[in-house]
């Protein structure tokens, strides 16, 4: 069964960092690209980032480019978001999602990002 | 470029069928058959119901069905049971490597 575990979010002030991480089990990791999206309170979902498998191409909305960095660690089967220069317009609930079969095909239950003085 | 359009909400009794659609534009909805949908429960991850515009996962029922048709994507729910009260997510590949895949607002469907 595909897993998929968030964690690493909290309470941050603005101006803060923060790196979530995701856990990965149940599938073979090291051959599927990643992505994180994200839900603001009361908003729609909205894709924040892409990494593909090697890790060697990456992508970022224009909403957090030069703020967010997307990693993978395929050994760990892990995959990472590392967040600077938080601003409130960032808290949301962050998920992590595979990609497969042309679509975002399993999804984390998500990371709360919360950020307020 | 602007997130896809759905309804906030909808509502259907058990047994009727209800229709969500998804308006985007010819660059993402009209230009790729790879509109999903996706069910979202408060505090569980978000589930897959259609890929591809008309596929459905292994178990999914098929109650669940998509379609397309120019820059509207639409997803249908037959036979509504109690369960299927949440909300739905629209979700189109966008192709630009900083708008890779865009997403509708999102719609609540009420079973009365």
């Known amino acids: 069964e595909v897993q998929l575990v968030e964690s690493g979010g909290g309470l941050v002030q603005p101006g803060g960092s923060l790196r979530l991480s995701c856990a990965a089990s149940?599938?073979?990791?090291?051959?599927?690209?990643m992505n994180w999206v994200r839900q603001a309170p009361g908003k729609g979902l909205e894709w924040v980032s892409y990494i593909s498998s090697s890790g060697s191409t990456k992508y970022y909305a224009d909403s957090v480019k030069g703020r967010f960095t997307i990693s993978r660690d395929n050994a760990k089967n892990s995959l990472y978001l590392q967040m600077n220069s938080l601003g409130a317009e960032d808290t949301a609930v962050f998920f992590c999602?595979?990609?497969?079969?042309?679509?975002?095909?399993?999804w984390g239950q998500g990371t709360l990002v919360t950020v307020s003085s | 470029q602007s997130a896809l359009t759905q309804p906030a909400s909808v509502s259907g009794s058990p047994g009727q069928s209800i229709t969500i659609s998804c308006t985007g534009t010819s660059s993402d909805v009209g230009s790729y058959n790879l509109v999903s949908w996706y069910q979202l429960h408060p505090g569980k991850a978000p589930k897959l119901m259609i890929y591809e515009v008309s596929k459905r996962p292994s178990g999914v029922s098929n109650r669940f069905s998509g379609s397309k048709s120019g820059n509207t994507a639409s997803l249908t729910i037959s036979g509504l049971q109690a369960e299927d009260e949440a909300d739905y997510y629209c979700c189109s590949y966008a192709g630009s490597s900083t708008f890779l895949w865009v997403f509708g607002g999102g719609t609540k469907l009420t079973v009365l």
């Open positions: 999602a595979r990609s497969g079969s042309s679509t975002l095909d399993s």
């Open positions: 149940g599938f073979t990791f090291n051959i599927y690209e």
